[in-house]
């Protein structure tokens, strides 16, 4: 716990903690050194862990990196940090996201732009860039994100980690601030594969406050890492052909594939014809889901409150105008004008059965292959400023993780180098509903 909070002092110019838990962490730290010593240490004994600033941890602020959420103390833990806890891990602070976990660079946060620490004048992606950011840097062992449509693969893609979104359902949301909630999901960010697995382990598994946890029986991830068996994988054609994908990422990919051929895995160029549908349903639906989550900070029941109003009606204007970044209005605003009597159906209902229809390609795809090959983003990291005036273009460039978004399928980027300015490149991989175990294994076997 000392090497990292000193690592983090190092580091404060990237910008990755929103709050560092000095003393509970120390507490917790003290708990798990005497639980070692008397031999009743838990699986994660020891492993010290970032959280993503939207996930509840009782008695702690929690913010999502909103002005609106400033100084806001939980009462209660989220599910998954009641079960970190449980198992010892140590919780050593929040870290910075994009406001309300809405953007892909970290740059929508009130607390500031988080730097990649491959290279300062780039972005870490986001929206948990923070909790990629300290793991690549060494700031903490590993960190939990969340993953709407790409905010845990994304920004592990910017910064060379291991980055898991598991299968909708699989973890509890319980305790997590939601943005979507028919597409959320906490993921984990890790330098191994196996810390992954074991992270999945302790996390996943039904839960009494969370109704959309599946009661799925949770496998031994980690024993199952020794399942090597030839895999059968598809790589989603269209993805690879795309103009807007860069040459590395490419051919790097196409490296990858002929590694995993050589490794007696059977590899297929599949079409998937939907690609230009993707981004434009998931923000359909996403912002209709975020303008009603939304609604519930009012100025009322939650942080950021206007003093001056003179009548209930301002006090909900002024408090949610003063609160909320541009970002989150944009897609306040946006998911309002889909769900309107006169547009419900041109555009919320026609998305739901766009989704539909991805959803049951994908389903097909995935009856006769095992894994499904993609890249998780265009690019390697931008530079901070580049894009953030753009809106389209920072929705375009989520078109490869929104996928997994759509359809509730585990997908995880894998690290594969660097390009020649030292930025990461990676690769994305799905599976079918609960197909974790075939995720982590090809990886682990992989890398
Ligand atoms: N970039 C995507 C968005 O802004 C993904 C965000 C997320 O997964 N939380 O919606």
Do not use: W
């Not at 929508?108 to 929206?127: F, I, L, P, Q, R």
């Not at 051929?261 to 939907?274: A, C, I, N, R």
């Not at 690019?379 to 389209?392: K, V």
């Amino acid at each position: 716990l000392d090497y990292y909070f000193k690592q983090i002092e190092k580091n404060e110019h990237l910008n990755a903690f929103n709050e560092v838990f000095f003393y509970s962490a120390a507490q917790q730290a003290k708990l798990v050194q005497e639980k070692i010593t008397a031999g009743t240490a838990g699986r994660l004994a020891g492993m010290v862990i970032g959280i993503k600033d939207n996930i509840c941890y009782k008695d702690h602020q929690v913010t999502a990196s909103s002005k609106m959420l400033e100084g806001f103390v939980s009462p209660y833990s989220a599910t998954v940090v009641e079960r970190l806890i449980s198992e010892d891990a140590v919780i050593i602070g929040r870290l910075n996201c994009d406001e309300f976990a809405m953007g892909g660079s970290n740059e929508t946060s009130y607390y500031g732009a988080v730097k990649n620490a491959a290279d300062h004048t780039k972005v870490a992606g986001g929206s948990s860039g923070g909790s990629a950011v300290a793991v690549q840097a060494d700031l903490c062992l590993s960190a939990l994100g969340t993953d709407t449509g790409g905010s845990v693969r994304q920004p592990a893609a910017f910064c060379g980690c291991i980055g898991l979104k598991p299968t909708y359902g699989r973890i509890s949301r319980y305790g997590v601030i939601a943005y979507a909630s028919s597409f959320d999901q906490v993921g984990t960010i890790t330098s191994s594969v196996s810390d992954a697995a074991i992270l999945l382990e302790v996390l996943a598994g039904a839960d009494d406050h969370d109704s959309t946890v599946s009661k799925h029986v949770v496998p031994a991830y980690l024993d199952g890492l020794k399942n090597t068996a030839p895999k059968r994988i598809a790589v989603l054609k269209e993805t690879l052909e795309s103009d807007a994908l860069d040459t590395d990422i490419k051919e790097t990919i196409l490296k990858a594939i002929e590694a995993l051929k050589s490794q007696g895995h059977t590899v297929e160029y599949v079409s998937f014809d939907l690609l230009d549908y993707l981004v434009p349903a998931y923000y359909v639906l996403t912002t209709a889901e975020a303008s009603s989550n939304l609604s519930r900070y009012d100025g009322v029941h939650y942080g950021h409150r206007n003093l001056e109003a003179v009548s209930l009606n301002e006090l909900y204007k002024q408090s949610r105008a003063e609160g909320f970044g541009e970002e989150v209005k944009r897609r306040i605003l946006l998911g309002t004008f889909v769900l309107s009597a006169g547009y419900y159906d041109a555009y919320y209902q026609k998305a739901q059965q766009v989704r539909r229809l991805i959803r049951e390609k994908m389903e097909e795809m995935l009856s006769s292959f095992d894994l499904v090959i993609s890249p998780v983003t265009p690019t390697p990291a931008f530079n901070i400023g580049e894009n953030i005036d753009d809106p389209l273009v920072m929705y375009m460039a989520d078109i490869f993780t929104v996928l997994a978004s759509l359809t509730g399928i585990p997908a995880i980027a894998i690290p594969l180098g660097n390009n020649n300015n030292g930025l990461p490149l990676s690769m994305q991989l799905m599976a079918r509903h609960f197909g974790e175990q075939d995720l982590l294994s090809l990886s682990h076997a992989f890398l």
